[in-house]
């Protein structure tokens, strides 16, 4: 049921928009990929979730652990960056963030603005409910054999899908693309098929 006082907005953040470092290796990762699969660069996205329920905002998103100082950012899960060993080092391990009245550093670059998934407050709320239970897989490594990484935009899909939200209406801005997004669809696929096995 749709709700005024529920929301549930996207950011198709473009890649690097918060540091030229980041765009320079993401546009090297992109150039090989394409020249891999034989097709034309795209540019590169990576998502946030920005919820809205009851009068309260939450920011929903995947960060280095050493992005942000704000003592209250909402840290419900943590995970490797690379490899599970160099988990343990804050350079190469991210959060995820269910930030109450959290902040998106470079939400003014959102391409077209925050997009409008849905206002049923039940999924808004199964979302947030869901946020802790993400598992911390490796960043940047494929370890559920999706055939894509995993990053934030695998959180972002995996909430999305998860959380029952139509992923069929949900696509990247034109000619760009988000790795990882097929990830998280796969991996919510994967439990939402486990979920309805009829009882042994």
């Known amino acids: 049921m749709d709700d005024p006082g529920a929301a549930v907005l996207l950011y198709w953040l473009p890649l690097g928009a918060g540091g030229r470092v980041v765009q320079w290796n993401g546009r090297m990762y992109e150039a090989l990929v394409a020249w891999r699969e034989h097709r034309p660069t795209r540019d590169l996205y990576h998502t946030a979730l920005e919820l809205r329920l009851d009068g309260s905002r939450f920011v929903v998103e995947m960060a280095p652990a050493w992005s942000s100082v704000a003592a209250n950012r909402g840290v419900v899960q943590t995970g490797p960056v690379g490899h599970r060993a160099l988990g343990r080092i804050a350079a ?109």
């Open 92 to 200: 190469f391990r991210y959060e995820v963030r269910r930030w109450r009245m959290g902040v998106i550093p470079d939400s003014a670059d959102a391409v077209d603005g925050p997009r409008l998934v849905g206002r049923d407050r039940r999924r808004v709320r199964r979302l947030l409910d869901l946020v802790p239970e993400v598992p911390p897989l490796t960043w940047g490594r494929d370890e559920i054999g999706a055939g894509d990484m995993w990053n934030s935009n695998s959180l972002t899909a995996w909430l999305l899908a998860m959380s029952g939200h139509d992923m069929t209406a949900i696509a990247a801005p034109p000619h760009g693309r988000a790795p990882g997004w097929h990830a998280g669809l796969t991996l919510a696929a994967t439990e939402i098929a486990v979920d309805t096995l009829p009882p042994a």
